[in-house]
DNA sequence: GAGTTTGAAACT
DNA sequence: CAGTTTCAAACTC
């Protein structure tokens, strides 16, 4: 199915979907992924890219088109009210869930786990069947473009229930140091490697499915996609992966995109390793970095774990563990926050819950990571601020250029997790932990059946963008008589701040928008399309970042909103949220356009007034309906007007350009006013300047530029001669202070007690009487007096050289 | 800080 | 689509 459609994509931001490097999608075939309710429908998510592409999004969700099974499970699983939880089999280690009314609940029920599953190769298209390999009833893929996330389920299902029965408890097949390779999806001998934390080799190895030689052992190989079967890369001992282990690995392709190019996609798996004796599940997830493998884990780190656990059960139930939020990155880096590791618990166990909160409104995602000890427990969206752990960041890179998955290396930062894919059309994604137990998402209700659809959420801030296809789950009940092809678009950047949640349309998805952030607009497709947006102001996903409240609870009420409001306004350690958050935004000086035109750069922007000097401003929360009705309005005569208009150009022209180009007619494109110049770019073609300077060999421009790198440079100095001149006068301050207390060491003011001020004072004196004595001029009296001086000076510091020495060859 | 200039946005 | 008006930022003094 096709997550993004090409209206929406074509409505987005350049700078949200920043589309270099990124290729179409080859459209998968539905693998089971009982995400999307009708198959037929197109998902579309508006995914900002000059061309409409299908495949940029970053999906959790899969395609139950093709599954009935996986249908079926979410059925029954998804007794929770707004909550997205990928779980297998018994313990359940990934939950997904979102506290928006939206529910999407991923659970693998006991009835598929014995099921044959189909793997879809997204690439070649052709369908893979995996006997005996149980069904990953939530299918979990995070796909951008080509990129794909997918939860592999390499257990057995009978061998997980023996030993469930048997009593035993699960054990980890995967030892410390094992990586465990993964080939890229329909892509032959482009392995992607998941290393697991530990002994394993050194990072930066790259591994090659069909290079044995370099494989170093304890690795696991397991092909996606076209091959069904896992391939051993390495066979050693002790954690090396036996051809039986090797054989229950299976790739299960969990959701899907059908991408249409030749680009080869690039999938993140985690796969989910179980022996046949009925050893836990355990998931690891490593990072790999353009086919290297980059070891995360500190020396002495316990291996991170993703325990995809499946419940028998359909009750969910959270586990305190790591919460983390998809979050706007600050970073301009493209990062996808994809795993969570929790190197903490020593235990055979480890499970490791995911859940995603997802809103319909839902700026943030988070997934949660817990420890537990208990794996049977299901995990519901609930985040508890203890247990967070720094989580590993992955980068996921793209499979035809950067053959490999990216991986970027976790630092011990806690809660954050990223993943970066490159190439990818989402761009940037960031899982932020969330810091708060309260429990986000809502505890599984008797909510029915609900229709998952997968939305795409893009986010960007600054140059940091981020797009995350979300599932999005959305009651069947409550709205829309057929699948939302709806997706979620945040973006946040320095100079602007905005969420746009594509959505159905208005009639249809208002129900499900009372949980929207007070603020939000929706706003139809232009055309008429199913597809519309949700203009969600740019604070809640500053302040999704840093409260765990954020989470859209899954009530209508939408009890997060107020205090989503109250906490914009409020000010935090001086400045505003979004002050102290991100960005220094010029505050607007409307007087008349009541911040509700494109006049109003706030509001351009997509964001809410915040500390600005405007006048009779409706760009707040107070004033929901007048802005909702403003954004329509702009919308309506320009479908892009909120897009950035300063985008990628076309082939061979430079990377920015202005999407409209300007038309200045007096400034010659060398002032301010100017939005070509404004933004640092030269102008285009496109531009319908008259007399414009503003082109590459224009010496006005020239001259221009070096102006202002020159002030630049004196900005620079500056700020460096004061940070040199503070450092030394701290430096100072830091070693007198001890020196004197010591008596070692001082320098030589310090020698200048009263006894040598009253013998300076006398030196001097009596230097003036000779002086005087002998009628000096005036002019040769204070020469004679400061010379004097100046031997006073010199005999303290002498002594005082002198006394150090003396002390220190004591001190000896 | 007030006034002017400028060009995008809005309007006709 | 073109011309005009409105608007707020950029700029000047």
């Known amino acids: 199915m096709d997550v993004v459609s090409p209206e929406l994509n074509s409505l987005l931001p350049d700078e949200i979907m920043d589309t270099e490097a990124i290729e179409d999608i080859p459209h998968s075939q539905p693998d089971g992924a009982a995400v999307q309710p009708e198959p037929g429908d197109d998902t579309s998510v508006p995914m900002e890219t000059d061309t409409p592409m299908a495949s940029e999004n970053l999906s959790l969700c899969s395609d139950a088109s093709s599954s009935t099974q996986h249908t079926q499970a979410l059925t029954t699983s998804t007794a929770t009210d707004s909550t997205f939880s990928i779980s297998s089999a018994s313990q359940l280690p990934i939950s997904i869930s979102s506290t928006s009314s939206p529910l999407l609940t991923l659970k693998p029920s006991m009835v598929t786990s014995t099921a044959t599953t189909k793997t879809t190769d997204s690439v070649t298209g052709t369908t893979v069947s995996t006997s005996g390999l149980q069904k990953l009833t939530a299918p979990f893929t995070i796909s951008a473009a080509n990129h794909q996330i997918i939860l592999n389920k390499v257990a057995s299902a009978q061998a997980t229930e023996a030993a469930k029965s048997a009593g035993t408890q699960p054990q980890v097949i995967k030892q410390e140091g094992q990586k465990l390779l993964v080939t890229a999806i329909g892509k032959s001998g482009q392995p992607i490697v998941l290393q697991l934390p530990h002994t394993g080799s050194k990072p930066g190895v790259s591994q090659t499915a069909g290079d044995p030689k370099s494989q170093a052992p304890q690795f696991k190989v397991v092909t996606i996609g076209g091959r069904s079967e896992l391939k051993q890369v390495v066979g050693s001992a002790g954690n090396q992966v036996t051809t039986l282990q090797a054989q229950q690995l299976k790739a299960v392709q969990i959701a899907k995109k059908t991408p249409t190019s030749s680009a080869a996609p690039i999938k993140f798996i985690i796969t989910k390793t179980v022996n046949s004796k009925g050893l836990s599940p355990q998931t690891s997830v490593s990072p790999v970095i353009a086919g290297r493998v980059l070891t995360q884990n500190s020396p002495g780190m316990p291996p991170r774990t993703i325990t995809i656990s499946e419940p028998h059960n359909t009750s969910i139930q959270s586990l305190p563990g790591k919460k983390i939020a998809i979050s706007p990155l600050k970073t301009p880096s493209k990062v996808t926050v994809v ?474």
């Open 339 to 812: 795993s969570v590791a929790s190197p903490t618990s020593n235990a055979s166990q480890k499970s490791v819950a995911l859940p995603v909160n997802v809103a319909l409104g839902q700026q943030i995602l988070t997934v949660q990571q817990s420890t537990s000890a208990s794996p049977v427990k299901v995990a519901a969206s609930q985040a508890t601020t203890q247990n967070i752990k720094p989580v590993q960041s992955v980068a996921v890179g793209g499979v035809g250029g950067s053959q490999f998955k990216t991986i970027i290396p976790l630092a011990t930062q806690p809660n954050v997790q990223q993943i970066q894919v490159p190439g990818s059309r989402f761009h940037y994604v960031r899982l932020v932990t969330a810091t708060t137990a309260s429990s986000t998402g809502q505890p599984s209700g008797p909510s029915t059946s609900s229709i998952q659809t997968a939305k795409p959420m893009v986010v960007s801030t600054g140059a940091v963008r981020m797009s995350v296809p979300i599932v999005q789950a959305q009651t069947i009940k409550q709205v829309a008589p057929k699948p939302l092809t709806s997706a979620a678009v945040v973006t946040t950047t320095q100079t602007q701040q905005r969420l746009i949640m594509p959505a159905t349309p208005l009639p249809q998805i208002q129900p499900n928008f009372t949980n929207l952030p007070p603020g939000t607009v929706l706003a139809p497709a232009p055309g008429g399309g199913n597809v519309g947006y949700a203009v969600v102001p740019a604070q809640y996903v500053t302040q999704l970042q840093q409260s765990p409240f954020v989470t859209l609870a899954s009530s209508s009420n939408f009890p997060a909103s107020t205090g989503i409001q109250t906490q914009a306004r409020l000010p935090l350690n001086g400045l505003s949220t979004a002050e102290a958050t991100s960005r220094p935004r010029k505050p607007c000086n409307c007087t008349k356009s009541q911040c509700l035109k494109l006049y109003c750069d706030c509001f351009a922007n997509g964001e809410f007034c915040n500390n600005c000097n405007c006048n009779n401003c409706f760009n707040n929360l107070e004033h929901e309906t007048e802005r909702l009705k403003a954004i329509k309005t702009c919308l309506d005569r320009n479908p892009e007007a909120f897009k950035p208009k300063i985008g990628k150009g076309k082939e061979g022209e430079s990377d920015r350009r202005h999407s409209k180009g300007c038309n200045c007619k007096r400034s010659g494109c060398l002032k301010n006013y100017c939005e070509c110049y404004e933004a640092k770019i030269m102008c285009s073609s496109i531009c319908k300047c008259v007399g414009c300077k503003n082109f590459e060999e224009s010496p006005e421009r020239k001259t221009l530029m070096h102006l202002a790198d020159a002030a630049e440079v004196r900005v620079q100095q500056q700020t460096a001669a004061k940070t040199k001149l503070s450092s030394q006068i701290s430096d100072l301050l830091m070693r007198t202070t001890p020196v004197i207390s010591s008596g070692g060491g001082r320098l030589p003011y310090t020698f200048v007690t009263k006894e040598v001020l009253e013998a300076t004072c006398e030196c001097l004196l009596e230097q003036a009487k000779k002086a005087e004595q002998t009628h000096q001029p005036q002019a040769e009296t204070e020469r004679l007096i400061l010379e004097e001086f100046g031997h006073c000076l010199m005999r303290i510091i002498s002594s005082a050289g002198k006394a150090k020495a003396d002390c220190a060859s004591i001190n000896c």
